[in-house]
């Protein structure tokens, strides 16, 4: 079974950087790719993925009998995580960011007071600053590792 289960496609932005606007996941029976509404459904799925992976079954009506909701080709770049990253903590929104020689994707996320973190220093630094954050989330719940693009 392989530990990766995450692909992406690539959008255009203003800056000419590509977004992620697709969410999915593989099965670990079927390894057939199902796609995710959401990326907050995404993150869950992706968080808890090695204790409780995905199953086609964990889809309204969906089985491993039925055909993959999207299959794998040069029509996207797809980027595979490793599982086990945090969700998002509430309020901050986790941004992956393809660079423009695609190379690799650049992760951050934005703070609730629109405060942009690129590193696990900067959210040290931001949680140290803004106290009333510190109650509830800690650096463990933020993870910079980049998908790996395939």
Not at 25 to 47: D, G, H, N, Y
Not at 55 to 83: L, M, N, Q, Y
Not at 98 to 112: G, H, V
């Amino acid at each position: 079974m392989k530990k990766s289960h995450q692909s992406k496609r690539k959008r255009q932005s203003i800056s000419g950087n590509a977004l992620v606007d697709l969410w999915s996941v593989q099965c670990a029976e079927c390894f057939k790719w199902r796609l995710i509404p959401t990326e907050e459904e995404f993150e869950e799925i992706r968080s808890k993925f090695s204790e409780d992976p995905f199953f086609c079954s964990k889809k309204p009506g969906v089985s491993c009998d039925d055909p993959a909701d999207i299959e794998r080709d040069e029509t996207r770049t797809w980027a595979i995580h490793k599982p086990g990253i945090p969700k998002t903590p509430s309020g901050f929104k986790r941004t992956l960011v393809m660079r423009r020689d695609l190379s690799k994707m650049d992760c951050y996320y934005d703070a609730p007071n629109g405060k942009k973190l690129r590193a696990l220093t900067d959210v040290s630094k931001f949680l140290d600053k803004f106290a009333e954050f510190k109650k509830n989330i800690s650096p463990a719940d933020f993870s910079f590792t980049s998908p790996k693009l395939v």
